[in-house]
């Protein structure tokens, strides 16, 4: 049983922290990925665990064995590398078996190992050719059988598709799943790719600035984002996150053309606090669609800017402010009060329109401003304080 | 190699025990830091006793006085220096360090001057034709690999063979240059050798310039062709769109570019042309062209330890001012 | 002429026009690139003259008999091979030849091992004090030999460290190369060892070696080019060497004195014993082992003595 432990790992390079105090409970047969922008630390990490670099303090766990101090080779683990890494003066074969050469096992042990994993990653036939004549994707299989035929209680990997091309890489994805579900080892996989991290983990673990922002299922990391940085970095394209201030009635963004009625003493906020109201852009939609909607906000007067037709969607960027037609460039608070939208295809938007939008109340995210911490997800219970909200609306109008 | 051994004898994964995987085990879990101090270990042992220490005791040795008996005389200072420096010492040395007039025989005739007189010489012409060979193998032609082992073969003929091969070409009658006795080559009636110009200090002076030439002229120009292949080649074809003569395109983009590496290429020789030892010894001997090395050696002969030492120190300085200014520009460009 | 536009190159033609050369002149100025061609050629050809023509020369001078000895000029003035074998009869340049490679075989290897550690240090390692010391290495092996001399020849000569009497051994010779000759492997060990991958060097510790096994069964096989070339120039430098070969021995093949020694016996016998033609013989001999290792790993040589150098 191979359960990973990091307790307080922190890692320093003078001046410069790349690990600060990282704890990670990894579970036995779990496939959990370290996702974060790159030189978060996720790769420093992953090598604190593999043991090719010593953690400047805390304590990393492989099953019962404490491995702080133990070499690479003596930690039961296999990695896989962004550069593949496959040994260049050496074929297939002794590529596959360097590990379990070095370890001296029999020659029909190895022999029998090395087809076996050969035959994993579909790799027969191929034994004898040497790296050089292989293309990315073999070369890659190559590398994970290195790592699968130890049979090695954790797998370490570092990015192991970012060097391939687009397809193959999805194709890869496929394939380390179905090895994963085979093996029922503990898979530890480093990506800057947020989709590779969405369908392959049981976890993410988002990390930014050498500190852990949030560990949890993929959904939850998505629908509940611990704060601001992992509602940004989950989610392609982002959360939308504006700016603005707790009225009496709700929330207002900073320009006021965006309303959201709640009851402020519900998530513990006052009046004058300043949240930043974050949601996706699939919560949002036009007032026409707005029957669809559960818990529909009231309606937001906004202009569309800039279409991006997806083939399966659209994007639609708005102004909520009142700006010219002509401006070709938005002033940095008019970005910042822009909203993205996602439409269907079907729909007849055009640019440069007048469109009234919803948001759907029950993916509404607040987060506090100043330490990027979310306040609430979802207010679609909070009980609007209706008639003193009809009326500040009327009374802007 | 401790470590190969104990993984062999090692077995399955994580076995342990015995003194050999406890060594493995402790130069693992050494600090990056402390793993490349052990690794340097037996390379800055052999640098520190057989560099730096004999460095250090020369200069000590240079502080005493001579002895006759072939020992250390008593504590001397500086006067060792001040007596070589002056002139004081040369009627004891086999040569004299400084030359006690201009004459061409007393410039010739000093270790110092002559070693100069050498080292400039030799170092200009080896530039000179070394950028000529550059050029030619930086061409492609057929053959080149051909006509690059020709130029590098003389680099690579032995010190003592190329001494030989010298002192047999100026060998009177035997020679091509010389003649024998009342039958002397054009090179002799024109020219500046004189019948047995071996055993002539500017004639040897001459010959072994010429030598030093032949054989390390390669090596100039084998660095310099590396700084000409460094050059960007859309440089030259920039430099066609607009027109360039291939002369203008020489002056303004391969001269300039490459002469960074001329400069680099010029001071490793100045270096080694300063320490021109072995092919005197061969050619014509210490005592006919008495460089600084041919001094160090023959005042040790001599039994002059103390004043062997400082001629050796101050050889080393004069070098150490050569390499000096050319680390402070490294580090200067490490900085920048 | 100059003017013409479609020649363009006033610095070429000028007032060639006229002489005897006039056709291939005219030619020249429309194709200035035939006269560039043939200057090329000129100069190459001078260039492997002066290079080569000594080589040729002294197998003139060595196939001369003796009796015609002054009479060898370009051409060699009769055939007589046979001081090809006198070399080997009349002194045992066989034995010196063999010191010779044995001193320089053995220096290479330990030459070898010692750059290597350091090298992998230098190029893959980050630690306090290494620009310094890099520096430090590069300046102690720019002193001249001359500086080291004396204290050594004490130290193998038992003033030191009584009992300690290295001259007339090999040690005497292969400590000073060693140490002379290393700093030049360990520039082109850094360069090399710093262009592998880090990821190679990660795999082979995670796939079950120590660090210092990965420098041996990973960095090194794949840097093999570049040990080869830190190997072939060690070889040439210690085969070539004049200094220390010729000081820490009595010149006696029994006391391990390489072909400086058998050289040197030979001019100083006196022609009256050895012929100028044995010389001769003696020096082609020598300078084979060299030749040969010239024409086979020229690439090897131009590259490390480059790398070498810019990294230094």
């Not at chain 2, 320490?275 to 005592?287: H, L, P, Q």
Request: charged share 15%.
């Amino acid at each position: 049983m191979a359960r990973v432990n990091l307790e307080g790992v922190t890692k320093r390079y003078g001046d410069v922290t790349a690990v600060d105090d990282m704890n990670l409970d990894i579970e036995h047969g779990e496939f959990i990925t370290l996702v974060g922008p790159s030189g978060c630390g996720k790769s420093t990490t992953m090598e604190t665990i593999a043991g090719l670099t010593k953690p400047t303090g805390g304590t990393v766990t492989i099953g019962d064995l404490d491995v702080t101090t133990l070499p690479p080779k003596d930690r039961g683990i296999a990695m896989v590398f962004q550069n593949i890494a496959l040994f260049p003066h050496m074929d297939v074969y002794d590529n596959i078996s360097f590990g379990l050469r070095l370890r001296n096992y029999s020659k029909e042990e190895i022999d029998r190992r090395v087809e076996d994993a050969a035959d994993k990653v579909q790799l027969v036939g191929m034994l004898d050719r040497m790296p050089d004549e292989m293309s990315g994707g073999q070369r890659q299989r190559v590398a994970i059988a290195r790592a699968i035929v130890r049979e090695p209680d954790v797998f370490l990997m570092d990015e192991p598709l970012a060097n391939l091309d687009a397809k193959l890489r999805v194709h890869m994805r496929t394939v380390l799943q179905r090895l994963h579900k085979e093996m029922d080892t503990t898979i530890i996989y480093v990506t800057h790719d947020q989709a590779e991290a969405m369908t392959m983990s049981d976890r993410i673990a988002v990390i930014d600035a050498g500190e852990l922002q949030q560990i949890a299922p993929p959904l939850t990391c998505y629908n509940e984002p611990a704060n601001l940085f992992v509602a940004g970095f989950i989610g392609s394209p982002s959360m939308n996150t504006l700016a603005g201030e707790v009225t009496d009635t709700g929330w207002v963004s900073q320009n006021g053309n965006i309303q959201i009625d709640f009851d402020p003493a519900e998530l513990g906020l006052s009046p004058g606090d300043r949240p930043t109201m974050g949601v996706r852009p699939e919560d949002v939609y036009t007032s026409e669609k707005a029957d669809t909607v559960t818990h529909p906000t009231q309606s937001l007067p906004a202009t569309t800017d800039v279409l991006e037709p997806m083939g399966d969607e659209i994007f639609v960027y708005l102004l909520t402010d009142d700006i010219g037609a002509e401006k070709m460039a938005l002033s940095e608070a008019e970005q910042e009060n822009q909203l993205l939208m996602s439409v269907s295809p079907d729909s007849t938007i055009e640019e440069d329109q007048r469109v009234d939008v919803v948001l759907d109340r029950s993916k509404i995210h607040f987060f506090d401003a100043k330490s990027g911490e979310a306040i609430a997800h979802g207010i679609e219970d909070l009980a609007g304080v209706e008639s003193a909200s009809t009326a500040e609306a009327e009374g802007d109008d | 190699m401790a470590t190969e051994q104990s993984q062999r004898t090692g077995g399955g994964p994580r076995t342990g025990g015995g003194t050999l995987s406890g060594v493995t085990r402790w130069m693992e879990n050494l600090s990056e830091t402390g793993f490349a101090y052990l690794l340097l270990t037996p390379a800055l042992l052999l640098l520190g006793t057989i560099a730096l220490w004999p460095l250090l005791s020369t200069f000590r040795l240079s502080l005493f006085a001579d002895s006759l008996t072939g020992g250390l005389g008593n504590f001397a200072g500086i006067q060792n220096y001040v007596a070589v420096l002056t002139g004081q010492r040369n009627a004891l040395l086999p040569a004299p360090f400084l030359p006690s007039s201009l004459t061409v025989d007393a410039l010739f005739g000093s270790a110092l001057t002559v070693t100069l007189i050498f080292t400039v010489v030799s170092v200009f012409f080896e530039t000179i034709i070394g950028f000529g060979q550059a050029l030619v193998l930086n061409q492609d032609f057929r053959g080149r690999r051909w006509v690059r082992v020709a130029i590098i073969i003389p680099w690579a003929v032995p010190i003592v063979i190329q001494g030989m091969l010298f002192y047999l070409l100026f060998q009177p009658g035997i020679g091509l240059f010389i003649g024998r006795e009342g039958n002397p080559t054009i090179l002799q009636t024109l020219g500046p050798f004189s019948a047995t110009p071996l055993a002539n200090t500017v004639d040897a002076t001459l010959i072994i310039i010429v030598a030093d030439i032949w054989k390390t002229t390669a090596f100039m120009a084998l660095l310099i062709l590396a700084g000409l292949q460094s050059i960007d080649r859309t440089l030259y074809d920039v430099a066609r769109v607009a027109g360039a003569s291939k002369w203008q395109t020489f002056k303004r983009i391969t001269f300039p570019l490459v002469l960074p590496s001329v400069l680099v290429a010029m001071l490793f020789r100045t270096i080694q042309a300063m320490r021109i030892y072995g092919v005197i010894e061969t050619v014509a001997g210490c005592t006919t062209v008495p460089s600084l090395s041919c001094l160090v050696i023959s005042s040790f002969n001599n039994t002059l330890v103390g004043t062997s030492a400082t001629i050796a120190f101050i050889t080393a300085g004069i070098i150490a001012l050569v390499v000096s200014v050319y680390i402070f520009k490294y580090a200067r460009e490490e900085m920048g | 002429m100059a003017g013409e536009p479609e020649s363009g190159r006033p610095d070429d033609t000028g007032e060639l026009t006229r002489g005897p050369f006039e056709r291939w002149v005219a030619k020249s100025i429309k194709n200035p690139e035939r006269a560039y061609r043939a200057m090329f050629y000129v100069v190459t050809i001078f260039f492997l003259f002066t290079t080569l023509f000594p080589f040729y020369w002294l197998l003139a001078l060595a196939v001369t008999p003796e009796d015609a000895l002054y009479e060898v000029g370009l051409l060699p003035a009769g055939f007589d091979p046979t001081v090809f074998v006198d070399v080997f009869t009349k002194i045992p340049f066989h034995v010196y030849m063999f010191n010779s490679i044995v001193l320089a075989v053995t220096t290479t290897a330990i030459v070898l091992v010692l750059a290597s550690l350091a090298g992998y240090v230098f190029g893959r390692l980050d630690f306090p004090g290494k620009s310094v010391l890099m520096l430090a290495i590069l300046a102690i092996s720019y002193f001249p030999p001359a500086a080291f001399f004396l204290p050594l020849w004490q130290l193998f000569n038992g003033n030191v460290i009584t009992g300690l009497e290295l001259y007339n051994t090999p040690g005497a010779m292969i400590l000073p190369f060693s140490s002379l000759f290393m700093p030049l492997s360990i520039f082109i060990l850094t360069t090399f060892f710093g262009q592998i991958p880090d990821g190679l060097e990660d795999a082979a510790r995670v796939e079950g070696t120590t660090r210092l096994g990965a420098l041996f069964r990973v960095i090194m096989p794949l840097s093999a080019p570049g040990v080869a070339t830190a190997g072939v120039l060690t070889f040439i430098a210690v085969y070539n060497e004049f200094f220390f070969s010729y000081l820490m021995n009595n010149g006696e093949p029994s006391n391990w004195a390489p072909i400086v020694a058998g050289i040197l016996q030979l001019q100083r016998a006196g022609q009256f014993q050895i012929t100028y033609s044995v010389m001769a013989a003696g020096s082609i001999i020598a300078v084979l082992p060299v030749a040969i290792l010239v024409v086979i790993a020229q690439e090897k040589i131009v590259s490390g003595l480059t790398a070498g150098a810019l990294k230094e």
